[in-house]
């Protein structure tokens, strides 16, 4: 059972560029949020996604966008790159919202992305 | 949210026991806790919740004080490959569809595993 899949791996961009990052949920899980984790800090919220529609953003500015596909992958757009968007970006999926009690998430492994 | 606290480092030995605590003195009555864990190179990794009562599972235990302010996350032998960085969160699962998936993280406890 594949769980949570993410691409690319690793990417290098320089500064003003523009980066999508791809994800695909766990099987059976409709629900898709996206992490930014900087060097030695904890996964901050960027946003998630459910029914193909953004219901929750955290703190970051528009720059930050996503979708959600009819079959729950999504992708994150990052526009007008600056050097402080370097960072892990993490996908998470979870079960549909009635049935998932406590909410658990299954994360991905990540996108690293660097901004030179 | 409420907020937790937790020891920046801890160290343990292969084979023993690991007793890692976490301080919420601000949780409400539907607040969840939820531990989850890094390893070196992955993203977070679910590893026990609970609301009230002791929860065990095939990774580890939780015990929760009786207050719930605070909690501790067991784990029984620690091998090397525990050695991570383990995260105590709060989540309120009163509200769903809108807010799932907003877990805050702190920085955690960065655990070190010796041989």
């Known amino acids: 059972d594949a769980g949570v899949t993410q691409s690319p791996t690793h990417l290098i961009k320089t500064r003003g560029q523009q980066v999508t990052l791809r994800c695909s949920p766990k099987?059976?899980?409709?629900?898709v949020s996206w992490y930014q984790q900087a060097l030695g800090q904890g996964p901050q919220f960027i946003f998630q996604y459910y029914e193909e529609e953004e219901r929750q953003r955290g703190n970051f500015p528009d720059r930050f966008s996503g979708h959600q596909f009819p079959n729950y992958s999504s992708e994150l757009n990052v526009n007008a790159l600056l050097l402080g968007d370097s960072a892990l970006y993490l996908c998470?999926?979870?079960?549909?919202?009635?049935?998932?009690?406590?909410?658990?998430?299954?994360f991905g492994a990540g996108s690293r992305l660097t901004v030179l | 949210d409420a907020k937790t606290t937790q020891p920046n480092s801890m160290e343990s030995n292969e084979e023993e026991p690991v007793h890692l605590p976490c301080n919420h003195s601000?949780?409400?009555?539907?607040?969840?806790i939820h531990w989850y864990r890094q390893l070196p190179s992955q993203g977070p990794e679910y590893v026990i919740h609970g609301l009230t009562s002791n929860v065990n599972n095939r990774m580890a235990s939780l015990a929760i004080a009786e207050d719930r302010k605070s909690s501790t996350l067991i784990l029984h032998r620690a091998t090397l490959r525990d050695a991570a960085v383990y995260y105590c969160?709060?989540?309120?699962?009163?509200?769903?569809?809108?807010?799932?998936?907003?877990?805050?993280f702190g920085k955690g406890t960065k655990l070190s595993v010796k041989p």
């Open positions: 998470a999926s979870s079960l549909p919202a009635l049935l998932s009690g406590a909410n658990v998430l299954t």
């Open positions: 099987s059976g899980h409709d629900t």
């Open positions: 601000t949780i409400s009555g539907t607040d969840y």
């Open positions: 969160i709060l989540r309120d699962v009163g509200d769903y569809g809108g807010s799932q998936g907003n877990l805050i």
